[in-house]
């Protein structure tokens, strides 16, 4: 019986693309854990959601579609982490923004005409 993982069959598979998808496999988890951290109901619907993407594309056997499974497992997991922020009810008519450290950067400010660098 042979074990597979987002199309990656273990008996067949290259190693380098079976390491790939358990470790981006374990990346989504660890990702949906600190980004709905305290939320049960959404860690749980996060959950269901990896596995259930990665079950049903356990058969492909096409490399160029596994690796776009691959690449958009990626895509997924840099969108959770960057764009995603906890959000709670405070009041009827308010909402408290709770963002992880990550996601605050400084704000570089934009220029239509930038500033020439002067050379000492």
Same mark, same amino acid.
């Given at each position: ?21 358990l470790r981006l496999f ?19 619907a996060a959950r269901q @959601?990896?596995?259930?993407?990665? @079950? ?64 000492s």
């Amino acid at each position: 019986m042979a074990f597979c993982l987002q199309g990656i069959s273990l008996l067949t598979a290259p190693a380098h693309r079976l390491k790939r998808a358990l470790r981006l496999f374990k990346l989504l988890h660890r990702t949906r854990q600190e980004v709905f951290k305290n939320d049960t109901r959404a860690l749980e619907a996060a959950r269901q @959601k990896i596995n259930e993407e990665f @079950k049903n594309n356990q058969s492909e056997t096409s490399e160029e579609k596994i690796n776009e499974l691959l690449k958009i497992a990626s895509d997924v997991e840099v969108i959770l982490r960057t764009s995603v922020i906890q959000a709670v009810h405070t009041d009827s008519d308010k909402i408290l923004l709770l963002p992880r450290k990550d996601l605050l950067q400084d704000n570089i400010p934009y220029f239509d005409k930038p500033t020439k660098k002067h050379e000492s």
